[in-house]
């Protein structure tokens, strides 16, 4: 297919999200006035409705009020692939590089962590398309495929991972068979936000945080529509960090891009194969991620990471047609036996990201507010385990998650601008660069040592 035509096909989809264009899509709750509750979560996505559920189960009747800006799920918690990881600390490489001495300790927590979604999402029967089907990870450039292990257990030549999906661009891969489970992000939180009312939290949309500030025993919390006094604050707003000065220099914002595919035939999924339905992504430094959806689309994200200079954030940028026509020529690229399909969606979404490419977790205002973000694309999975370590820390007590490194310790911060526009502009190309030649250069070396980076 000519790039041009890709180009109109990614153009002719609609614009809009895939997961939220649908009449399941549960009536906007009112806003809140004046409130007094035990504990207050600012933030509708993952990171706030996973510690709702996780306080209400810790311990029952405890007041909860969640209050979101705009609507459940409407930000990076319903933007995304749907790739509910195990993986707390982004992969294995980041994680032992990062933490060498803890990270068996991280992936176990990880797994078991991912075990707990599951079992949560069967015992309140929340109807979310989850699969435990893994992912597969694929090289699809020759330098590429000594990052797959040739010669441990579970390495797939290029016929092997073709025989799982078919590719002419895959060239070998490996299938981590438990650490990944897809899902629709979309119905996962709506079904979280209906667990949490079921277990007595409260739910407030169209209430937003204008400030915060300690008054004796108790945060108060000026919002759009009244004070809300709490005695214990949760901030769950990932990328929205204005409430904290300390956080503004330690996360960034950037746009991840989307396209859908209209469902596929039998004849054309047959054509891919594909019966196991794992998530895929492929190796590079600027990676792909897709899967297949509940009615047979794919989903097709990734590569092309964008930030905006002064940590632009703007509806605005949610649709940038350049890069969906980039992922639709990638895409036609990776499946030519697709030629005849379209796409039906195209979306953005602004995601935090930190030097470290994982959640960090903190506590401000003597210990009363805390705090998780960074998760990086991570969120999925591990705004639950966040979910905990923030409760974990406003009650005070020592527990096997705050006594982790991980946990302890934060990121270092991004420069101010015009220098992170600029590092960042120049780590992506440094990172494209890389994945053509195979070859780190000496700005990527340097990250490297500084532990410092930017990954999409």
């Known amino acids: 297919m000519s790039p041009r035509e890709a180009h109109a096909r990614a153009d002719a989809a609609a614009p809009r999200v895939l997961w939220l264009d649908t009449p399941a899509r549960p009536e906007p709750r009112p806003p809140v006035g004046d409130a007094d509750v035990d504990l207050l979560v600012v933030g509708g996505g993952f990171t706030g409705l996973w510690t709702a559920v996780r306080a209400l189960e810790r311990e029952p009747g405890r007041s909860v009020l969640v209050v979101e800006r705009d609507r459940v799920a409407e930000h990076a918690t319903g933007r995304n692939g749907g790739f ?7 992969g294995e490489a980041n994680g032992r590089e990062r933490w060498p001495d803890e990270y068996d300790q991280l992936e176990r927590m990880g797994l078991a962590n991912l075990d707990e979604i599951e079992a949560t999402v069967r015992r309140y029967g929340i109807d979310c398309d989850l699969r435990r089907t893994g992912q597969l990870a694929v090289a ?15 390495f797939l030549d290029a016929a092997a991972v073709r025989r799982l999906v078919d590719s002419p661009t895959y060239l ?3 299938l981590d068979a438990e650490g990944c489970a897809m899902v629709d992000p979309a119905r996962l939180a709506w079904g979280l936000a209906e667990t949490a009312e079921s277990l007595g939290a409260r739910i407030a949309e169209d ?3 204008l400030r915060m500030r300690r008054r004796g025993d108790r945060m108060e919390v000026t919002t759009a529509h009244g004070v809300v006094r709490a005695r214990q604050v949760v901030l769950a707003t990932n990328v929205f960090t204005s409430l904290l000065r300390r956080m503004r220099t330690r996360v960034v914002p950037v746009y991840d891009h989307v396209l859908a595919t209209e469902p596929l035939t039998a004849e054309q999924l047959a054509a891919v194969g594909w019966e196991t339905r794992s998530g895929l992504a492929d190796v590079g430094n600027l990676f792909h991620y897709y899967r297949l959806t509940a009615d047979d689309r794919i989903l097709w994200g990734g590569y092309d990471a964008v930030y905006h200079f002064g940590k632009g954030i703007d509806p605005a940028y949610e649709q940038r047609p350049a890069t969906h026509r980039v992922l639709a020529e990638h895409f036609y690229a990776t499946f030519p ?3 005849d399909v379209r796409f039906s969606h195209r979306w953005g979404g602004v995601i935090d990201t930190c030097t470290r490419f994982c959640a960090f977790f903190g506590t401000a205002h003597g210990g009363r507010a805390a705090y998780a973000t960074g998760f990086t694309g991570l969120g999925v999975g591990a705004s639950r385990f966040a979910a905990d370590v923030m409760l974990d820390l406003l009650s005070g007590e020592q527990t096997e998650r705050t006594r982790l490194a991980m946990v302890r310790e934060s990121p270092l911060p991004f420069p101010p601008e015009p220098f992170a526009w600029a590092g960042i502009q120049l780590t992506r190309w440094a990172s494209e660069r890389a994945d053509r030649t195979g070859r780190r250069n000496l700005w990527l070396r340097t990250l490297d040592r500084l532990g410092l980076g930017f990954d999409s």
């Open 207 to 209: 209430t937003a945080v």
């Open 84 to 90: 509910c990881e195990a993986s707390l600390t982004h």
């Open 337 to 339: 036996q697709l030629a």
């Open 172 to 174: 070998a891969g490996r």
């Open 140 to 154: 699809t450039r020759p330098h590429e495929v000594d990052l797959l292990e040739p010669a441990e257990p579970g």
